[in-house]
Structure formats: C-alpha cells, structure tokens
Nanobody, 123 residues
Framework: VQLQASGGGLVQAGGSLRLSCAASGFTFDDYAIGWFRQAPGKEREGVSCISSSDGSTYYADSVKGRFTISSDNAKNTVYLQMNSLKPEDTAVYYC?????????????????WGQGTLVTVSS
C-alpha cells in the first residue's frame, strides 16, 4: 500500500497550488481519501475528504470556498486545488485513506497515510 503526496512548495499569499495523492496497493473505489495538515507546534487537522465511491466531499470551515478536492478514479489519484492561500495554510499536508468511518476529520479512522508534502505560504 502506498500513498504518494506531491505538489507542495513555496507560494506567496493569494497564490495557488495543487496537491496530488497517488494511491496504489488497495481498491481505491472502496476508500475515502482525506487531506490533513500539521503546522509547526500545532495539532494535525483535517482539511478535506472525498469518497471515491460516490464523490461526496467534505471541507474544514477554514478552507471552504478556497480549496477544492477532486478524484480521478482511473488514475487512483486525488487532488487538492488550493486557491487564495494564506500564511496560516503553511503546513505539511498529508493524504490518507479510510475504508470506514463516521467522521472524516478524525485521523484515527484512516488506515493508510502518505509521507506528506510541505506547503509554505509567504506573506
């Protein structure tokens, strides 16, 4: 099982980045894929999630209207388009896969995790 997160980088406030999460080694359509982030000195928080089976999407209030999650099931890849980035979005972003769960933002529900990609937003 592998989740490969990529696409992080340094961007100015107001800019955009697109993160990718490439999955392999499990039945992609049976899982929800979530994005989490952890800033220095802060707890990990759920950012967004998409159900690969029905396309349902979920967002943290802090990113609603700015971030968009999408899935390409043919490529077993989930994307997180991040627009209007703010310095407070600076964090390491992780993608994770959950087979079951009732609360998408709870990390404990997730079975597999990627290695993380760093997003730095300068002011």
């Amino acid at each position: 099982v592998q989740l490969q997160a990529s696409g992080g980088g340094l961007v100015q406030a107001g800019g955009s980045l697109r993160l990718s999460c490439a999955a392999s080694g499990f039945t992609f359509d049976d899982y929800a894929i979530g994005w989490f982030r952890q800033a220095p000195g802060k707890e990990r928080e759920g950012v967004s999630c998409i159900s690969s089976s029905d396309g349902s999407t979920y967002y943290a209030d802090s990113v609603k209207g700015r971030f968009t999650i999408s899935s390409d099931n043919a490529k077993n890849t989930v994307y997180l388009q991040m627009n209007s980035l703010k310095p407070e979005d600076t964090a390491v972003y992780y993608c994770a896969a959950a087979r079951y769960g009732s609360s998408w933002y709870v990390g404990a529900w997730y079975d597999y995790w990627g290695q993380g990609t760093l997003v730095t937003v300068s002011s």
